[in-house]
């Protein structure tokens, strides 16, 4: 399965009980950033003064639909806020979308893209390649989507899952990580996303 976040695994910790949410180091330069919430996902404007910024466990939910949640708000803003990381599901919106990370210097670009869209009369139909970008089927995807990530996800940012605890997530670099092409351009993708901005 090609995966959007790079998978962390949980702090050994000796404390009892569960931890609520965790603090990561960011870059200030990559604001805003996305984060899991106990409810949903949530945008957060800018880290504290030490550079942290806090996502919180989320119980009752899966990595994909969470991922799937990210992406929507992704997609949301990145329109909104006219990023250029968000566009039409066409073979040129792909390649506008593996460009725009390819842009920031972000190394060895894929794009994720549903099994869906590979049969067909999909989009990406007996593709392996689309300009130089290796494809990589993901299951979690729906059709409709398709995703450019660096190969090294720690670009983009983290999910970790822990036990009694639930699965949370981070993505630091929303804006230049990821680009997207997906036939919800516009449309309202996410589910109510907390903003902090």
Not at 101 to 125: A, H, I, M, R
Not at 177 to 190: I, P
Request: glycine share 10%; with cysteine; aromatic share 6%.
């Amino acid at each position: 399965m090609a995966d959007l976040l790079q998978k962390m695994e949980p702090p050994k910790t000796r404390q009892k009980g569960v931890p609520l949410w965790l603090e990561f180091q960011v870059d200030p330069r990559s604001a805003p950033y996305l984060v899991s919430s106990t409810q949903s996902v949530m945008w957060v404007a800018e880290p504290s003064s030490e550079g942290l910024i806090r996502a919180a466990f989320r119980r009752q939910v899966e990595v994909p639909k969470l991922c799937l949640e990210m992406l929507g708000a992704i997609v949301d803003l990145g329109h909104e806020a006219q990023w250029g990381n968000v566009h039409p599901l066409t073979e040129v919106g792909a390649h506008r979308a593996i460009e725009h990370v390819q842009s920031y210097d972000l190394p060895n670009v894929e794009l994720l893209v549903s099994p869906k869209d590979t049969k067909g009369k999909g989009v990406f139909k007996g593709m392996k390649t689309l300009g130089g970008c290796p494809l990589r089927v993901s299951k979690w995807l729906p059709a409709g989507w398709a995703v450019a990530v660096p190969s090294d996800r720690s670009f983009v940012g983290t999910v970790m899952e822990m036990p009694h605890a639930g699965i949370l997530a981070v993505i630091h670099n929303p804006s230049r990580g990821v680009g997207v092409a997906s036939v919800s351009v516009g449309g309202n993708t996410a589910p109510e996303t907390k903003r902090n901005l």
